[in-house]
Nanobody, 124 residues
């Protein structure tokens, strides 16, 4: 059974940093894409960043480019999202999702496996 455990959220002031972790079990990262989504109150879920375990290619939403960095430790079956220069508009519940696809896809409906979400709150 594929399971994802997201962690690392919290309360941080604007300009601060957080690192989210997505620990996977029940599958190996080979041939999977792992994507971080976020959902703010009253807004649709949006893809923030993705990494393909096949070739290491990455995707970033325009709103986080230059501030967020996604990385993968395949030996630990864990994907990280380093978030720097956080802004109040980054406040959301962050979810990691996995799908057995070789390229990054930013459409939430394409992902079958989801973690439980971790709340990130950025105060101004």
């Amino acid at each position: 059974e594929v399971q994802l455990q997201a962690s690392g959220g919290g309360l941080v002031q604007a300009g601060g940093s957080l690192r989210l972790s997505c620990a996977a079990s029940g599958f190996t990262f080979d041939d999977y894409a792992i994507t971080w989504f976020r959902q703010a109150p009253g807004k649709e879920r949006e893809a923030v960043s993705c990494i393909s375990s096949t070739d290491g290619s990455t995707y970033y939403a325009d709103s986080v480019k230059g501030r967020f960095t996604i990385s993968s430790d395949n030996a630990k079956n864990t994907v990280y999202l380093q978030m720097n220069s956080l802004k109040p508009e980054d406040t959301a519940v962050y979810y990691c999702a996995a799908e057995r696809i070789t390229i990054c896809v930013s459409i939430a409906a394409m992902y079958e496996s989801w973690g439980q979400g971790t709340l990130v709150t950025v105060s101004s």
